[in-house]
């Protein structure tokens, strides 16, 4: 415009003010004549300054609509214009196209205000801008706020079977980066664009230039989408080019704008409502479970209740793909009537495209009763595509800029749900192992002690008179006590921990061959327990009843023929509480364990309060002796079974 400017601005200026003054500028004898004397003037301005005629033209039509002219005025002053440039002692033929592009704004204005749906104006709109900038093709991506995508709504020179399939990121491509920057990007060689991006099925790849424009909504910075044009051929645009295909942009974003306020109707919400109360649900049962089987179920059976689909399946690619040939999608779930393909390697290409591409494709897929338009859905987490969700449509089905915003959430809530779901296998896989290694370290564990106590006992059966026969027997019980608390932690049911009665019956069970004497027999009297302890606890408290069943065995029954041991375990708030007591001869009053030369008594308080970081008592009864041990146990380690009941066994000593 510097060419002309700034007289030509206040020319026209002038003209728009009566242009828009009247009614109907075709009826007004004024405004012909006013037009006719403008062309004159804009002709021989054209001339004076060796002008060119199209960049002429294309200043006088923007500078008209941007006074408020409407698309009638706009029309006639560029007619008028072109005679006047095309009379004989000054027409250059030279500079004349078939079709100047200022006369499709009016076409593409119509275009825009008609009653069509909304698919059908973009359509028509792209076909007319290719055509007013002599391109090849000409594509309409429109931005979908939920989901932050651009998603291909119109194209005129490409395969239709894109239109609804394809989507963009901000910043992915010429055009998605023409989004961000919000500005018009010419990229006149388009292949060594450094952001250009060859889309898989778009074929943009065939062409040489592309330029692309951002539509924004005015005075706001908000992106309604991206107008892009391509050409197979190199194509060096005008400034007046680039005014065009901005203005047509700006024509596009109030179409939309207004299509999109006009659609908010109070039906309109309560629908929008109801769909995201929809999807809410749908979400949040797909995310309900870890099981990775019923996630996929639930996937397949709430996508086909969301858009209310014909049939869905979901598909995954299989995990081994060594194999030279392209791997076959597997179905994992499917809902709905099962029909018969004409040929299923054209669906499995789809798919495979959609699960290695990411992108969302649509395509009419032959069955023995008909063809059907089937849309596949890629399921994307941010490292890589899951699966891809496929539905077929039922006949006459079109899903609309919205359902498939909706349909693009659900997809990221399924991806996520799925993604979840296989690290939760993958966690239970990882435990599984360490539990077998955990459960193999017992084993070998419990062999190893067994093999020392059954040497030791070598050894005592050999001099069974000798002295130190009595340490020794204590010795090897305290061994086996260990051995048999490995023995129990080997049980992969009791992995996280067992019961406090379990272990004082193993403890029992072992005291008859090591600690009782010949003429001794002891009863064993053991409650069922709802008592549980960790592993890391259970060693320290099998060695502790039977530190205190020794006791019990060798100073309480000394010079006796019976007596009963009782084992009781029980919750008492926070704390564990272990009393161990004997019908034998009490201790007496006043004793102090941590004052006590016995081993015994000082390894049981040691290990109270140093592993257990709890307290031992020990006091005299009315019927014998009372040991009780109290420790803290954190909540998670303490589970109570149902089972309740209790245990009794007699032991008799040989």
């Known amino acids: 415009m510097a060419n002309h400017a700034p007289a030509l601005k206040t020319t026209v200026e002038k003209l728009a003010t009566l242009l828009t003054s009247v009614p109907d500028v075709t009826e007004s004898r004024q405004v012909e004549s006013s037009v006719q004397e403008f062309a004159t003037q804009m002709a021989t301005l054209a001339r004076s300054k060796n002008g060119s005629r199209d960049e002429l033209i294309g200043e006088i039509a923007l500078l008209l609509a941007g006074s408020g002219a409407s698309p009638e005025a706009v029309g006639l002053v560029s007619r008028h214009v072109v005679a006047a440039l095309n009379e004989p002692n000054g027409r250059r033929a030279t500079e004349a196209r078939a079709t100047h592009p200022i006369h499709f704004l009016q076409p593409i204005s119509r275009a825009a205000a008609s009653d069509n749906s909304l698919a059908d104006r973009l359509a028509t709109i792209a076909e007319l801008v290719a055509r007013a900038m002599e391109t090849d093709a000409c594509t309409i991506f429109l931005h979908d706020e939920a989901t932050h995508t651009l998603a291909l709504r119109a194209a005129w020179g490409m395969d239709p079977a894109t239109i609804g399939a394809v989507t963009l990121r901000p910043g992915s491509g010429i055009a998605g980066q023409a989004a961000v920057e919000q500005r018009t990007i010419v990229a006149t060689d388009a292949r060594k664009h450094r952001h250009f991006l060859d889309h898989p099925r778009l074929g943009d790849e065939q062409f040489t230039s592309q330029i692309s424009t951002p539509m924004l909504v005015n005075g706001q910075g908000r992106l309604a989408g991206v107008l892009s044009i391509h050409a197979l051929r190199k194509h060096e645009a005008s400034r007046f080019e680039l005014d065009f295909l901005e203005t047509v942009a700006g024509l596009i974003t109030v179409t939309i704008d207004n299509e999109r306020h006009a659609s908010q109707t109070d039906n309109e919400l309560e629908r929008k409502i109801t ?380």
């Open 275 to 654: 769909e995201l109360a929809t999807l809410q649900r749908v979400s949040r049962m797909v995310a309900s479970t870890l099981d990775l089987s019923e996630v996929l179920k639930l996937i397949t059976e709430q996508a086909v209740e969301l858009i209310n689909a014909e049939a869905a399946a979901i598909f995954r690619l299989p995990q081994d793909q060594s194999s030279a040939d392209a791997p076959r999608p597997t179905i994992e779930y499917r809902i709905g009537r099962m029909r018969s393909h004409e040929d299923e390697s054209s669906r499995d290409t789809v798919v495979r495209d959609v699960l290695r591409s990411g992108v969302a494709r649509t395509r009419d897929i032959a069955y023995l009763d008909g063809v059907s338009s089937v849309f596949c859905l890629p399921l994307n987490t941010a490292r890589e595509t899951v699966g891809a969700l496929c539905f077929r449509m039922r006949r006459g089905t079109l899903l609309d800029e919205e359902q498939l915003g909706l349909l693009q959430a659900f997809g990221d809530a399924a991806a996520l749900a799925i993604d979840n779901a296989r690290l939760y296998q993958e966690a239970i896989k990882a435990i599984q192992t360490q539990s077998a290694l955990v459960q193999e370290m017992h084993h070998r564990v419990r062999n190893n002690l067994q093999t020392v106590a059954a040497l030791l006992s070598l050894q005592l059966r050999s001099e069974e008179d000798a002295p130190w026969t009595h340490e020794l027997r204590e010795a090897i019980s305290r061994i086996q006590s260990i051995a048999a608390v490995h023995d129990l932690m080997s049980d992969a049911s009791r992995m996280a921990g067992t019961t406090v009665d379990v272990i004082a019956r193993m403890v029992a069970e072992d005291a008859h061959s090591t600690l009782i004497p010949p003429g001794l027999g002891i009863k064993f009297d053991i409650p069922v327990s709802t008592l549980m302890v960790p592993s890391r606890q259970a060693t320290i408290i099998a060695l502790l009843i039977n530190e205190l069943a020794a006791n019990a065995i060798h100073h309480g029954f000394a010079e006796r023929t019976q007596g009963t041991i009782t084992i009781t375990a029980r919750r008492d708030g926070d704390m564990a509480v272990i009393e161990v007591a004997n019908d034998g001869a009490r201790i007496p009053e006043g004793f102090e364990p941590a004052a006590s030369s016995g081993l015994g008594m000082r390894i049981t308080q040691r290990l109270v309060t140093s592993d257990l970081r709890g307290q031992f008592f020990i006091v005299p009864t009315e019927h014998g002796t009372l040991a009780t041990i109290r420790f803290p146990i954190p909540p998670d380690d303490l589970i109570d079974p149902d089972t309740p009941g209790s245990y009794s066994t007699g032991v008799a000593g040989r």
